[in-house]
């Protein structure tokens, strides 16, 4: 286990968990420090839960850490960003075949640099047949966006009107051929209320936690704390009530 962390044995590992990775310069900036070292400590922060999530057996992990309206950042701060997510893809590289990785980009691809874009397409092809675990990245994501240009590619594929249902709409989203596409267990850090439009469609009925700390002071304990909070809810699905009594001190 990751810093040899375990949760409890009747814990409920959720599938799918995702997370809007916030509050980087928040955190620089009450310690005095530039922004880009914010965005540092939180990737640091961000490979060490998503490494976590693995070894308890969480199959898919989605991260999103930038959105189709981040755009309007300094250029200074982009070009930072981009060789973090270089950093990324080659971590996740180094980890893929040990831990069958398969790395999925959520977003367009229009607006990153070539170079970034073909390492995205490179790895999802040098990993597409791995089936453990999930790496999905939204970069350039908007939930709006997502639901266009789904709509974009059934409308170019001739689908008609009547044939068009839940099943085969969720297939054209950017995470359709996915087995477990819908988000159990959703974390925003840095005390933010909201899902700013992250995966619209894919948390139809996920357990929403709200962390208050920023994301380079989220750390594998806290996950597991969440995880345990997670285990202790019951989810019903728009059905009837499953009385679940858990084998575990919910105060541990």
Request: net charge neutral; glycine share 8%; charged share 35%.
């Amino acid at each position: 286990m990751s810093d040899k962390i375990i949760l409890p044995k009747d814990a409920v590992i959720p599938n799918h968990i995702a997370i809007i990775l916030d509050g980087n310069r928040r955190w620089a900036r009450a310690k005095g420090l530039p922004t880009l070292e914010g965005h540092r400590a939180g990737f640091a922060a961000g490979m060490k839960i998503a490494k976590a999530s693995r070894d308890w057996g969480v199959h898919t992990f989605t991260v999103w850490g930038f959105s189709t309206e981040n755009w309007d950042r300094s250029p200074t701060e982009i070009s930072y960003l981009m060789k973090l997510y270089r950093k990324m893809l080659d971590e996740i590289r180094k980890e893929a075949k040990k831990d069958q990785i398969r790395f999925v980009h959520l977003g367009r691809e229009d607006r990153f640099p070539k170079d970034l874009i073909k390492y995205f397409r490179e790895l999802e092809e040098e990993t597409k047949d791995y089936n453990k675990h999930v790496f999905n990245v939204a970069l350039d994501y908007g939930g709006h966006d997502e639901i266009v240009r789904a709509t974009q590619k059934i409308i170019n594929d001739g689908v008609k009107s009547k044939d068009v249902d839940e099943k085969l709409f969720a297939s054209y989203l950017d995470t359709g051929d996915q087995p477990y596409p819908y988000v159990d267990l959703f974390i925003r850090t840095s005390g933010e209320q909201r899902t700013s439009g992250f995966l619209p469609w894919q948390l139809n009925y996920a357990e929403f936690y709200w962390e208050l700390g920023h994301l380079p002071d989220m750390t594998p304990e806290k996950l597991r704390d969440i995880i345990i909070d997670f285990s202790r809810r019951r989810r019903r699905f728009g059905g009837n009530d499953e009385v679940r009594h858990f084998g575990f001190d919910p105060e541990v």
